[in-house]
């Protein structure tokens, strides 16, 4: 079984910030990317930011220079920093990782942390 797990999320005021983890766990042989999506009330969900094995990122345009992903391979982590936060990044953000596990390579998702951003 391989499993993702976020923790992190809360309520902030606007213009804080926040730190989210997620921790892949089980019987996992390689990861390649891994990133945060995220899905606010009647919206679709959205891809945030992803980082590859070899550590090249990828951002949405409105978080950039906002938020930073990061990973610790040898923990089978990820981390999304969120500053400056805004009302409108208020979602649900779920953690994603491409990895080879029993069944093979597939994509995995978390259970989602709520993060809340009041004005």
């Known amino acids: 079984q391989v499993q993702l797990v976020e923790s992190g999320g809360g309520l902030v005021q606007a213009g804080g910030s926040l730190r989210l983890s997620c921790v892949a766990s089980?019987?996992?042989?390689?990861?390649?990317?891994m990133g945060w999506y995220r899905q606010a009330p009647g919206n679709q969900r959205e891809l945030v930011a992803t980082i590859t094995s070899g550590a090249n990122r990828n951002y949405k345009d409105s978080v950039k220079g906002r938020f930073t992903i990061s990973r610790d391979n040898a923990k089978n982590t990820v981390y999304l920093q969120m500053n400056s936060l805004k009302p409108e990044d208020t979602a649900v953000y779920f953690c994603?990782?491409?990895?080879?596990?029993?069944?093979?390579?597939?994509?995995?998702w978390g259970q989602g942390t709520q993060v809340t951003v009041s004005s």
């Open positions: 994603n990782a491409n990895l080879l596990g029993p069944d093979g390579y597939g994509e995995y």
């Open positions: 089980g019987r996992i042989f390689d990861i390649n990317a």
